[in-house]
């Protein structure tokens, strides 16, 4: 499976986003869908998760500021990003999970990042 970001960019603080992430196959049987990010010296945080029922759940840190969401029909997940401030500088990466047993081993697929910068 190959999930490609986009949305990425520069912009100042107070203002949006909208990253995207394209599967190459349908997103239907994903079990979960999560961006995550990471920024220079920091570990990587699970920003936002949506599961295949459709429940959300996000990180402290952004909520009320962002929102994830899919479009099946477009094979493609979003994250809204909405007063964006300068800590929310980070490669922000796709990730797609998919139970592969009763034990709950997951097999996961990874998109190669795309880089939000705030400027304050």
């Known amino acids: 499976v190959q999930l490609v970001e986009s949305g990425g960019g520069l912009v100042q603080a107070g203002g949006s986003l909208r990253l995207s992430c394209t599967s190459s196959?349908?997103?239907?049987?994903?079990?979960?869908m999560n961006w995550y990010r990471q920024a220079p010296g920091k570990q990587r945080e699970l920003v936002a998760c949506?599961?295949?029922?459709?429940?959300?759940d996000y990180a402290n840190s952004v909520k009320g500021r962002f929102t994830i969401s899919r479009d099946f029909a477009k094979n493609t997940l979003y994250l809204q990003m909405d007063s964006l401030k300068p800590e929310d500088t980070a490669g922000y990466y796709c990730n797609a999970e998919t139970v592969i047993s009763v034990e709950g081993a997951k097999a996961e697929d990874w998109g190669q990042g795309t880089q939000v910068t705030v400027s304050s």
């Open positions: 196959r349908s997103i239907f049987n994903f079990d979960s």
């Open positions: 949506i599961t295949s029922g459709g429940s959300t």
